[in-house]
């Protein structure tokens, strides 16, 4: 079973800043405690660096530091729960044949979580693969929608049940288990000057936040997601995520920089859900 994350277990990361809407990354010390085989890795970042009234420049997003796969939508079509994680080093490639070009990708993500890519299409043993030997899978880095191609023996797979739905207009995050609902709640929001994007994404990591009365509340779920307007956010590259609040009366509104924000009791009950590293999130307008 492939390293996901659990928030039993703690590490320690980098601290974000507490300016809510985009996950940043102010890199501290990051050290994997636990990730055998049958057991999930956890992260926990170190307090916030910034003061909550603190402001940071925004920076318009920039397409050169994009990888170079082509830009898709993707729908619960085409992400249907199939998660990828590399047996080693990842290897990631443009097109699916010897000799593309390779893509570089980490072997964990800036936060320190394990690598892992959402596959697209049916990954069962008995499919028939769009290109034999290869899977197509979704990148975490810009443009949002990226995709690159992975050797079939270069991964291990898994196959999650859960699913999360993210509507926009209707403010609402719904989990789904093999098709049926386990969880809803009302969220906040991108502004419509900084919106949250909208796609079908996954769960990169999950950052457990040593002060949880803060403004990304206990835990942040990293998303392979990016803000459209923004490209520099409090240190980070404009992350987008889900996480915890310290300003519950804000639930309901338009009111982040991109990322979707829950009440601190509900980023705890989505937690305890034990969603893996690759789960799918289609946000919606």
């Given at each position: 079973?492939?390293?996901?994350?659990?928030?039993?277990?703690?590490?320690?990361?980098?601290?974000?800043?507490?300016?809510?809407?985009?996950?940043?990354?102010?890199?501290?010390?990051?050290?994997?405690?636990?990730?055998?085989?049958?057991?999930?890795?956890?992260?926990?970042?170190?307090?916030?660096?910034?003061?909550?009234?603190?402001?940071?420049?925004?920076?318009?997003?920039?397409?050169?530091?994009?990888?170079?796969?082509?830009?898709?939508?993707?729908?619960?079509?085409?992400?249907?729960?199939?998660?990828?994680?590399?047996?080693?080093?990842?290897?990631?490639?443009?097109?699916?044949?010897?000799?593309?070009?390779?893509?570089?990708?980490?072997?964990?993500?800036?936060?320190?979580?394990?690598?892992?890519?959402?596959?697209?299409?049916?990954?069962?043993?008995?499919?028939?693969?769009?290109?034999?030997?290869?899977?197509?899978?979704?990148?975490?880095?810009?443009?949002?929608?990226?995709?690159?191609?992975?050797?079939?023996?270069?991964?291990?797979?898994?196959?999650?049940?859960?699913?999360?739905?993210?509507?926009?207009?209707?403010?609402?995050?719904?989990?789904?288990?093999?098709?049926?609902?386990?969880?809803?709640?009302t969220i906040a929001i991108g502004t419509e000057e900084n919106p949250t994007p909208?796609?079908?994404?996954?769960?990169?990591?999950?950052?457990?936040?040593?002060?949880?009365?803060?403004?990304?509340?206990?835990?942040?779920?990293?998303?392979?997601?990016?803000?459209?307007?923004?490209?520099?956010?409090?240190?980070?590259?404009?992350?987008?995520?889900?996480?915890?609040?310290?300003?519950?009366?804000?639930?309901?509104?338009?009111?982040?920089?991109?990322?979707?924000?829950?009440?601190?009791?509900?980023?705890?009950?989505?937690?305890?859900?034990?969603?893996?590293?690759?789960?799918?999130?289609?946000?919606?307008?």
């Amino acid at each position: 079973m492939p390293p996901t994350i659990d928030p039993r277990v703690r590490r320690t990361v980098r601290g974000a800043a507490p300016i809510v809407g985009v996950v940043v990354a102010i890199v501290a010390a990051v050290s994997l405690l636990g990730s055998c085989s049958g057991e999930r890795a956890s992260l926990g970042s170190l307090p916030p660096k910034l003061p909550p009234s603190t402001t940071t420049s925004a920076v318009v997003v920039s397409t050169t530091a994009a990888p170079q796969p082509v830009d898709l939508k993707l729908g619960p079509e085409d992400l249907l729960g199939w998660i990828a994680t590399p047996n080693g080093d990842p290897q990631v490639f443009t097109e699916p044949k010897a000799g593309a070009t390779p893509i570089q990708v980490g072997a964990k993500t800036d936060a320190g979580a394990p690598t892992t890519f959402a596959i697209i299409g049916d990954a069962s043993a008995d499919a028939n693969l769009e290109v034999p030997g290869w899977y197509q899978v979704a990148l975490r880095d810009r443009p949002n929608g990226s995709t690159g191609w992975v050797p079939k023996d270069s991964v291990e797979v898994t196959k999650t049940p859960f699913r999360i739905f993210v509507d926009l207009k209707g403010r609402t995050l719904r989990v789904e288990k093999d098709g049926t609902g386990v969880f809803t709640t009302t969220i906040a929001i991108g502004t419509e000057e900084n919106p949250t994007p909208v796609n079908g994404t996954y769960v990169t990591e999950l950052i457990q936040n040593t002060e949880p009365e803060g403004a990304y509340g206990p835990y942040a779920f990293g998303l392979a997601m990016h803000s459209d307007t923004l490209s520099e956010f409090g240190g980070g590259d404009g992350q987008v995520g889900i996480h915890g609040t310290n300003r519950p009366d804000l639930i309901g509104q338009a009111v982040s920089h991109g990322c979707v924000r829950l009440s601190n009791d509900d980023i705890q009950e989505l937690v305890d859900l034990q969603l893996p590293l690759g789960v799918p999130v289609f946000i919606t307008a």
